[in-house]
C-alpha cells in the first residue's frame, strides 16, 4: 500500500524540475537510485505499480504509520527516487520523504531536496531545499517550493543559473552569474518560468533589476527579448538595440530589433528565418531616415539631404535531393555609404545571385543569374554587369579514348548593362589527359585541349579599356592546346623525417588565337604566381586564351619532421614563341623569360604557420610581388600578421592595380577568462607605386582595439574601433561597442 503512495509523490517531484534552494546551487553528495528488479515470482507490473526496495519497513498499528527507511529507492516508469526516509500518516493523510532526496526522470533531469511534504491528496505539496540539475544545461533552486492543483509551481526565495559552480580544481565557486528572485512561478503547459523581483547578480555582485521577467525552460522555440547591444559613434552617437524574437512555428522565427541613437532617428531592424527538412531561409531588412551625401568625394560634404535609407540581406539554399538544389542570395542598399554609417559592412560591392544546380560523382550543370551593385566612389552603377543567365554543364568520362580521362564542357553567358556593353558567349569544349607512371618513377600527363567560341558584342565603345572591348558584333573563335606535363618524386630520409624533391618541366603549344577581337570581360586581372605557372591557361576566366608555345620548369622542396613542415616551391617559364605576346607589361608573362615566382610554407605544430608567396623580376630579381601571411601562437594568445606588396611596373590600364598593406591583429590573454585583442590595416602604396592613390606611404584605414571576458556561460567584451577614411557622410572617427551575452539567456 506504501508503494503507490511513494510512486505518486515521486511523480509530483518530478513534475517539478523548475525549483530548487537558491541558498545553495552546489551539487548534492547523492547519487540517483538505479532500477530495482522485480523478483523472478512477481507479475508483471502495471503502470501505476513501482519497484520499491528498502533497508527495514515498520507499521506502527497504533499510530497508523508506516515508515521505510535505509537506502529507500523506488522506480516508475523510468522515474527513480532514492530517500534516506520514508514516513506515511494514515490517519492525517500526510507523506513525508526526508533525507537526501535524488529524483531522476527519464529525460534525464535530476532533482535534489531534504524533505518532501504531501496532503493525502497527492495533488499539491511542499518541497524544502530543492536543487533541480537539467539534462539541456543550467540548474534551479528554492528554499522552497509549493505545487498546486492545476500543475503550476509557485517558489519562494529561488535563483536560476547555467554556469558552473565548481572550479577547475572540483572546489565550489560562485557562479558568473544567476538570477535570484523573491518569487518565481513555473507553468508546465507554457514550459516558462516567470519571476517577481528577480535581479541579475554578476559575478557575485546584483546589478540588473527584472521586477518581471520570464523565460522558458529546454531548448524549444519560444519568443522573448534577446541580448541587448549598446555601442557609440561620432556619427550617430549612442546607440542602443534590444531585439525581441517572435517564435511563429517550431521552425520560423521574426526577429525585430530596434536601433535608438542619440544624434540621429531610430532604425528599424527585422528579420525573419526559417528552417524546413530540405532547406533554410533568411531574410533581414533595415530601415530608417538620415542625411545622406550623393557628393562622396567631398571629404566635408555640405549638399545634404533627408532620405529614406535601408538594406536587404537575404540568402537560401534547398536540398530537394542528393543530387538537385537550389541557392540564391539578395543584397541591395538605397545609397552607397549606408552600411559604412550603420556599421553593418564594409563592403564595396553588393553580389545578388540565384542558381539551381545538379551534381553527381562524373557530371556538374547549373543555371545561374548574377548582379551586382557597387559602392565604391568612382564607379558608375550603369556599368555593372547583370548574368542572366549564365548555363554551365560539365561531364567527366573515366574510360576514355587510350585509356585517358575525357572532361567535356558547355557554357553560355549573357551580360546586360544599362549604360554599357553587353555580351553574349557560348562555348564548348574538350580536354583528355592521360596520366603515365614510368619505371624510374616519373609521372607523365599529356593534355589535349579544343574549344570552339562564339561571341556577341553591342555598344562596345562604351567599354573605356580598348582592349577590354572586342569587335561589335558576332565573333567566332577556335581553341586548341596540348602539353606534356613531367614530374619526377625523389623522397629520401632527413634526420627524424623525409624530405621530397620533386623536379617539373611542362611544354604548352597552342596555335595563335584570335583574342582582341573578343570582348573582354573575365580575363582582366592578370599576375602570375605559383597557382597558374603550370596552368594551361594563365588567364583567368574564358574570355582569354594564352596562344605560344612555352616551357615551364620549377622544383618543389618539402621537408617533414616530428611537428615541422616545410614546402616550397620556385618556377619560371620561357616562350617559344616570337610572335608579340597578348599578356600586358607587369603581369610577368610579357617577355619570352617570365619572372621568377614562388611560395613558401612553413608550419610548426599548432603554434606557428607561415605562407611567402613572391614574384622576383627576371632582371635584377627586384620584387614585383611580396606577400606573407603569418599565424604565431595558441588558441588563447596569437598574432596574425599579414603584408602584401604588388610592384608591377605598369605602364597600361589595368584591373589588378599596385598597392601595399599591411594588417596586422593579435590576442592575448592574461587570465584564465580574460583577454584583450586588437587589429589594425595600413594603406602603405604611395603615388609612386599607384598614380591613382590617394595615400603618402603610411596611411591607416582602421583599427579596433578591446578587452574581452568569455567563460562557459558569460561574454562580455568591450571594444574601440577607429575608423581613418571618409566617403560622405560615413565619417572618419571613434566607434565604442559595449558586447554582453548570457549563456540560455536571450539568445
Not at 239 to 246: G, H, K, T, V
Not at 344 to 368: G, K
Request: proline share 5%; net charge neutral; charged share 25%.
Amino acid at each position: 500500500m506504501l508503494a503507490p503512495v511513494l510512486a505518486t509523490a515521486f511523480a509530483l517531484i518530478l513534475a517539478t524540475p523548475a525549483i530548487a534552494a537558491a541558498q545553495d546551487l552546489q551539487d548534492r553528495p547523492v547519487a540517483p537510485a538505479a532500477p530495482v528488479a522485480p523478483p523472478v515470482a512477481t507479475p508483471p507490473l502495471t503502470d501505476d505499480q513501482v519497484q520499491f526496495s528498502a533497508t527495514t519497513l515498520e507499521y506502527d498499528y497504533d499510530a497508523d504509520i508506516v515508515t521505510a527507511t535505509g537506502d529507500v529507492r523506488m522506480l516508475r516508469q523510468g522515474e527513480r527516487l532514492r530517500a534516506d526516509k520514508v514516513v506515511w500518516r494514515r490517519k492525517t493523510g500526510k507523506v513525508v520523504a526526508t533525507g537526501d532526496i535524488a529524483i531522476a526522470n527519464p529525460q534525464g533531469d535530476i532533482a535534489y531536496g531534504d524533505r518532501i511534504d504531501l496532503t493525502d491528496s497527492l495533488k499539491d505539496g511542499v518541497v524544502d531545499n530543492m536543487l533541480v540539475v537539467l539534462e539541456q544545461g543550467g540548474r534551479l533552486a528554492a528554499a522552497k517550493g509549493t505545487r498546486e492543483t492545476d500543475g503550476t509551481v509557485r517558489l519562494v526565495s529561488a535563483a536560476y543559473t547555467p554556469c558552473a559552480v565548481t572550479n577547475a580544481a572540483n572546489c565550489p565557486k560562485e557562479p558568473t552569474w544567476k538570477i535570484t528572485a523573491v518569487r518565481v512561478t513555473y507553468r508546465p503547459e507554457r514550459k516558462r518560468v516567470y519571476y517577481d523581483g528577480a535581479r541579475i547578480n554578476l559575478f557575485g555582485l546584483p546589478t540588473v533589476p527584472l521586477p518581471r521577467f520570464s523565460h522558458p525552460v529546454g531548448g524549444g522555440n519560444d519568443s522573448g527579448l534577446l541580448s541587448p547591444n549598446a555601442q557609440y559613434s561620432r556619427v550617430n552617437g549612442l546607440e542602443f538595440s534590444l531585439p525581441y524574437y517572435f517564435a511563429l512555428a517550431s521552425n520560423r522565427g521574426l526577429t525585430v530589433t530596434p536601433h535608438i541613437y542619440t544624434s540621429v532617428l531610430p532604425m528599424a531592424d527585422v528579420e525573419y528565418s526559417q528552417l524546413t527538412s530540405n532547406g533554410a531561409l533568411r531574410l533581414r531588412g533595415y530601415l530608417t531616415e538620415s542625411r545622406r551625401s550623393d557628393d562622396l568625394n567631398t571629404v566635408d560634404p555640405t549638399d545634404t539631404s533627408q532620405a529614406l535609407r535601408g538594406y536587404l540581406d537575404g540568402t537560401t539554399r534547398y536540398q530537394f535531393s542528393p543530387e538537385w538544389s537550389a541557392s540564391g542570395s539578395l543584397r541591395l542598399t538605397t545609397d552607397r555609404t549606408f552600411l559604412r554609417r550603420y556599421n553593418i559592412s564594409r563592403d564595396d560591392r553588393l553580389r545578388n545571385t540565384a542558381t539551381i544546380q545538379r551534381i553527381d560523382a562524373n557530371s556538374y550543370f547549373a543555371l545561374t543569374g548574377w548582379a551586382v551593385q557597387t559602392l565604391r566612389v568612382n564607379d558608375r552603377q550603369g556599368l555593372q554587369p547583370i548574368a542572366l543567365p549564365e548555363i554551365d554543364y560539365r561531364r567527366r568520362f573515366a574510360d576514355g579514348l587510350l585509356g585517358g580521362r575525357v572532361e567535356m564542357q558547355v557554357n553560355s553567358l549573357a551580360l546586360t548593362r544599362t549604360e554599357g556593353q553587353d555580351t553574349q558567349r557560348a562555348f564548348a569544349s574538350l580536354r583528355w589527359d592521360l596520366r603515365r607512371l614510368t619505371s624510374w618513377g616519373q609521372e607523365l600527363t599529356l593534355t589535349a585541349f579544343a574549344r570552339g567560341d562564339a561571341y556577341n558584342a553591342n555598344d562596345t565603345l562604351s567599354t573605356a579599356v580598348a582592349s577590354y572591348r572586342g569587335e561589335e558584333g558576332f565573333q567566332t573563335r577556335a581553341i586548341g592546346a596540348v602539353s606534356l606535363d613531367v614530374r619526377w618524386p625523389l623522397i629520401g630520409s632527413f634526420g627524424a623525417g623525409t624530405q621530397r624533391l620533386t623536379p617539373r618541366f611542362q611544354i604548352v603549344a597552342a596555335p595563335r588565337i584570335k583574342n582582341f577581337s573578343i570582348p573582354n570581360e573575365d580575363s582582366r586581372a592578370v599576375d602570375l604566381d605559383d597557382a597558374n605557372l603550370f596552368a594551361l591557361n594563365r588567364f583567368p576566366g574564358y574570355d582569354r586564351f594564352e596562344d605560344s608555345t612555352r616551357a615551364t620548369y620549377g622544383a618543389e622542396w618539402a621537408l617533414d619532421l616530428p611537428g615541422f613542415t616545410l614546402d616550397t616551391v620556385v618556377g619560371q617559364s620561357y616562350r617559344l614563341s616570337v610572335r608579340p605576346t597578348i599578356l600586358p607589361d607587369g603581369t610577368g608573362l610579357s617577355d619570352r623569360w617570365s619572372d621568377y615566382v614562388g611560395r613558401t610554407e612553413l608550419r610548426f605544430h599548432d603554434f606557428v604557420s607561415v605562407i611567402h608567396r613572391y614574384r622576383l623580376d627576371k632582371d635584377g630579381f627586384k620584387i614585383r610581388r611580396n606577400e606573407i601571411d603569418a599565424t604565431i601562437g595558441s588558441r588563447g594568445t596569437y598574432a596574425l600578421i599579414g603584408y602584401l606588396k604588388l610592384d608591377r611596373n605598369i605602364v597600361t590600364v589595368e584591373d589588378l592595380r599596385d598597392r601595399e598593406e599591411a594588417r596586422v591583429a593579435g590576442r592575448v590573454q592574461f587570465a584564465r577568462f580574460w583577454s584583450v585583442f586588437g587589429s589594425a590595416i595600413v594603406d602603405l602604396t604611395n603615388r609612386d607605386e599607384d598614380p591613382l592613390s590617394l595615400a603618402d606611404g603610411f596611411d591607416p584605414i582602421r583599427h579596433r582595439l578591446g578587452v574581452q571576458y568569455e567563460d562557459d556561460c558569460l561574454r562580455l567584451g568591450l571594444t574601440w574601433r577607429r575608423d581613418y577614411r571618409q566617403i560622405g557622410d560615413a565619417r572618419k572617427g571613434n566607434n565604442f561597442s559595449l558586447t554582453l551575452a548570457f549563456t540560455n539567456l536571450g539568445r
